[in-house]
């Protein structure tokens, strides 16, 4: 792969940067896209110096311009945290819309395969679990949630019509939870939100009775996942995920566990629409692609909890936790 011109929309943020740093691990040309809005230059600051990486501060919802040959697009811009996209709810949706647009009608122009991020919130609060590919959902539309879900919803369909109308190349990627260095302490994903709540010793929010699951999976994991997916020959959706499921409360008594933290647990309502269950059938992915989820999550969110730690006390300090539920009201 040597040489082959990759663009990765969102390169900035916590998932694109990992992929930056396989592509560019991989030998590849790598063409790096983000308009800051959720994520952190500081994410691919060690990559500006080598001569094979190049970075666009652009929107993409904009028109997107890249010069030259490109073989390949990952579309990771989006806003991906409940708090991200209910405090920019316009920017989600067109990211989604009119950016997947942009990047399909750059893809169709160089006769580049292009892998879309979707997510399991396709399937909204999902009343089957395991969630198969097959399951087509149970989104509100019009809740809180809807501007993200409805956005990946269409991205999953006009991606589609471009690979059957068009005959453009596309892979689909629904990912499921996915955790890791480089996640925003204040992104008000729960992971981050534990974990900061810890380091700050403050008490740790549980919203709901936390019977709620959700199954994390470690980013090397995702990455494998969709680097495997995007060299196969197969259009339609991969959910891309790890199985564990777990509730949310067991999850907060690991991270209490370990933290060291003494702090307690404290129960807040539970937001409108949160899915109740989460869980990837991974079928396809292990059947398709010969991929599994190989990093336990104690292994992994001993890492993490590693990265947050090394964070100086001067952007600790900078960081402001942002509860979902009182940012709602
Ligand atoms: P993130 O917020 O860390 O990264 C998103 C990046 O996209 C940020 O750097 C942001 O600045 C950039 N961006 C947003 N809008 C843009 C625009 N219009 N133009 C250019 N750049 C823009 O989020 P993440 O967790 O890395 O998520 C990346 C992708 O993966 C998203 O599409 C998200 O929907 C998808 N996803 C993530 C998860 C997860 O668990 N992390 C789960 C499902 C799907
Ligand atoms: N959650 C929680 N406390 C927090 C943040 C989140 O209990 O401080 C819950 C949230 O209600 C949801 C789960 O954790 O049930 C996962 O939330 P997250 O925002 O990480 O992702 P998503 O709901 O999109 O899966």
């Known amino acids: 792969m040597k040489g ?8 900035a943020g916590f ?33 500006f110096k080598l001569e094979n990486f190049e970075f666009h501060h652009h929107d993409v919802s904009k028109f997107v311009h890249i010069a030259g040959e490109l073989d390949y697009i990952l579309h990771f811009a989006s806003p991906a945290s409940p708090i ?6 316009i920017q989600t949706l067109k990211v989604g819309s009119l950016g997947t647009h942009n990047l399909l009608g750059l893809a169709r122009s160089k006769g580049a395969r292009m892998l879309i991020a979707s997510t399991s919130e396709v399937y909204g609060d999902p009343n089957v679990n395991p969630q198969p590919e097959e399951y087509w959902g149970n989104v509100n539309p019009v809740g809180p ?6 956005a990946k919803r269409f991205q999953e369909a006009i991606t589609m019509a471009y690979h059957t109308f068009h005959g453009v190349e596309t892979r689909i990627v629904r990912i499921f939870n996915t955790y890791g260095p480089r996640m925003r302490l204040n992104d008000g994903r729960v992971l981050p939100a534990f974990i900061g709540q810890a380091i700050r010793g403050e008490d740790l929010t549980v919203f709901g009775d936390g019977s709620q699951t959700r199954s994390f999976c470690y980013v090397d994991d995702l990455v494998e996942g969709i680097y495997r997916l995007l060299f196969s020959d197969y259009a339609q959706p991969v959910n891309i995920g790890n199985p564990d499921e777990i509730t ?12 060291g933290t003494d702090q307690k647990i404290v129960y807040r309502e539970l937001p409108q629409d949160d899915p109740k269950q989460r869980r990837p059938d991974i079928e396809k992915a292990t059947r398709l692609l010969g991929w599994t989820p ?4 104690a292994e992994g969110l001993k890492i993490t909890y590693d990265y947050f730690k090394s964070l100086s006390q001067e952007a600790l300090a900078k960081i402001e936790h942002k509860d979902f539920t009182t940012f709602n009201k």
């Open 4 to 11: 082959k011109r990759v663009l990765i929309t969102g390169a």
């Open 15 to 47: 998932l694109g940067s990992h992929l930056c740093d396989r592509f560019i691990k991989e030998g590849f040309h790598v063409i790096a896209m983000d308009n800051l809005i959720t994520g952190d230059l500081a994410n691919i600051e060690h990559l």
């Open 84 to 89: 991200d996209y209910l405090k920019i709810p």
């Open 294 to 297: 190989k990093v336990a999550r």
């Open 248 to 259: 949310i409360q067991q999850f907060c008594e690991e991270i209490i566990k370990l933290t």
């Open 145 to 150: 949630r809807g501007v993200y879900d409805e």
